[in-house]
């Protein structure tokens, strides 16, 4: 009985000093510039890039493939843009956090990105030593939204929940 209760005291402990799983994110973007940079980013942070993908298709098989914590979503993609992935992902993996990135952040991308199930929305001008942070606190249950575009985003999602009012 002691040796059992040794074995399991032992194991507890070694799990409290073990280094958390690093943070796995797919990055979606049309641009290869674009996706090496994000990997370099991340990859920095030691986050690990489970995956990589150019188009909106292709996002959607590689996370149901790679199963990352966090898929970064350009908005603009051929063959289904991030917004039609980030639903498809949301609908067949519903714990995966989804990040839509966009060159320009706008009302109608931040709705459309809160629709889809998106637990964030960014401008590509996010500064380099910022995204890994951002996705960190989205990894652990934060959303990340611009300030500006969250009072048009939160008066547009109440009034298209009211039916017949």
Do not use: W
Not at 17 to 37: E, G, N, Y
Not at 98 to 127: M, S
């Amino acid at each position: 009985m002691q040796l059992v209760a040794a074995n399991v005291a032992n194991r507890d402990a070694q799990e409290m000093t073990a280094p958390p799983r690093p943070l796995r994110v797919l990055v979606a973007d049309d641009h290869p510039l674009i996706r090496h940079s994000f990997r370099e980013d991340l990859e920095a942070a030691r986050i690990v890039v489970c995956g990589e993908a150019a188009t909106g298709a292709e996002a959607v098989r590689v996370a149901l493939a790679e199963r990352p914590d966090l898929c970064l979503l350009d908005v603009r993609m051929p063959e289904g843009d991030g917004i039609t992935a980030a639903g498809s992902i949301r609908r067949s993996l519903p714990t995966v956090k989804i990040v839509l990135i966009t060159a320009f952040p706008d009302e109608d991308g931040a709705l459309a990105a809160a629709r889809a199930g998106a637990d964030g929305y960014l401008g590509k001008d996010i500064a380099r030593r910022r995204l890994p942070h951002v996705l960190h606190a989205i990894a652990q249950g934060e959303t990340s939204y611009p300030r500006r575009l969250l009072y048009p985003v939160l008066r547009a999602l109440q009034g298209s929940g009211r039916s017949g009012t």
